[in-house]
């Protein structure tokens, strides 16, 4: 069983800023990608940032510039560091992972997701 555990949202004013963490625990072999995605109330789930195991990382043109994922490998831990949020930033963000896990038939590699953490930007 793989988990993914998301923390650090919140109430931040605009030009504020908030970390985000994720970490991912169970049977892990090893895992490929990890990222943040975040929804807003009426739209759809969109990509924020995602970072591989080889450190490429990409962004969402909205938050380039003032949003900075991480990971640390030996944690299997993501970070999101957002800085000069603006009221639109406005979501719950998930966590996600791209993984390989074990199985009792063998490995598999899946999507999995966090339960999610509201950030809410507003004076």
């Known amino acids: 069983q793989v988990r993914l555990v998301e923390s650090g949202g919140g109430l931040v004013q605009p030009g504020g800023s908030l970390r985000l963490s994720c970490a991912a625990s169970g049977t892990i072999f090893s895992i490929n990608a990890m990222g943040w995605y975040r929804q807003a109330p009426g739209k759809q789930r969109e990509l924020v940032a995602a970072i591989t195991r080889g450190d490429s990382r990409n962004y969402a043109d909205s938050v380039k510039g003032r949003f900075t994922i991480s990971r640390d490998n030996a944690k299997n831990t993501v970070y999101l560091q957002m800085n000069s949020l603006k009221p639109e930033d406005t979501a719950v963000y998930y966590c996600?992972?791209?993984?390989?896990?074990?199985?009792?038939?063998?490995?598999?590699?899946?999507?999995?997701w966090g339960q999610g953490t509201q950030v809410t930007v507003s004076s």
């Open positions: 996600h992972s791209r993984l390989l896990a074990r199985f009792a038939f063998g490995l598999q590699e899946n999507d999995y």
